[in-house]
T-cell receptor, first 114, second 114 residues
Framework: GESVGLHLPTLSVQEGDNSIINCAYS??????FIWYKQESGKGPQFIID?????DKRQGQRVTVLLNKTVKHLSLQIAATQPGDSAVYFC?????????????FGQGTTLQVKP | NAGVMQNPRHLVRRRGQEARLRCSPM?????VYWYRQLPEEGLKFMVY????????ESGMPKERFSAEFPKEGPSILRIQQVVRGDSAAYFC????????????FGEGSWLTVV
């Protein structure tokens, strides 16, 4: 079926700690995955992406891990800051070429305690 | 470098009226996507358009909803005879032919039906 889900609806972390947000997907044919950050009243903001031929990709303070065996995706945020507080969505792209038909998960709310 | 521009940001309509939401893609982008987000939920794909062509409308409700992306001007998402259940945030996204699958979102249009 079509589903991309997140394991926890809310994650609360202390400022400075590392955060790990998890995501499970169901379609083994998906070949491209994206993490978005959405602040209240705003649009999704691209964080990082990964293709299915990779299992890890790093950005600035963020790392995405992809485990195709168990169809699991995670976003790691190092040294979490108050500005990281938002809802985080994983999304998968099952299209070929340039189609942007993304399947979004329900989102995990990250709360950063000062 | 302007991002994806959407207007209006907020729109209030009475039941039975029409709502028109506009989207100008990022400069150089020729692919436009519309998504809907209900409160406390993830985004749901509605339609994918290129100039003067609807490529994939598999997420569009069968009635009252239509979308276009004319040769000149912004993409328009049109909702006729709105009902309370249409109240949601509508996001437009765009991508370019040379940007792989990276999809950038606008800030959204919040429709409230009263």
């Amino acid at each position: 079926g079509e589903s991309v889900g997140l394991h926890l609806p809310t994650l609360s972390v202390q400022e400075g700690d590392n955060s790990i947000i998890n995501c499970a997907y169901s379609n083994s044919a998906s070949d491209y995955f994206i993490w978005y950050k959405q602040e209240s009243g705003k649009g999704p903001q691209f964080i990082i992406d990964i293709r299915s031929n990779m299992d890890k990709r790093q950005g600035q303070r963020v790392t995405v891990l992809l485990n195709k065996t168990v169809k699991h995706l995670s976003l790691q945020i190092a040294a979490t800051q108050p500005g990281d507080s938002a809802v985080y969505f994983c999304a998968e792209n099952r299209g070929s070429g340039n189609t942007g038909k993304l399947i979004f998960g329900q989102g995990t709310t990250l709360q950063v305690k000062p | 470098n302007a991002g994806v521009m959407q207007n209006p940001r907020h729109l209030v309509r009475r039941r039975g009226q029409e709502a028109r939401l506009r989207c100008s893609p990022m400069k150089g982008h020729s692919h436009v996507y519309w998504y809907r987000q209900l409160p406390e939920e993830g985004l749901k794909f509605m339609v994918y358009l290129q100039k003067e062509n609807i490529i994939d409308e598999s997420g569009m409700p069968k009635e009252r909803f239509s979308a276009e992306f004319p040769k000149e001007g912004p993409s328009i998402l049109r909702i006729q005879q709105v009902v309370r259940g249409d109240s949601a945030a509508y996001f437009c996204a765009s991508s370019g032919t040379d940007s792989g699958n990276t999809i950038y979102f606008g800030e959204g249009s919040w429709l409230t039906v009263v």
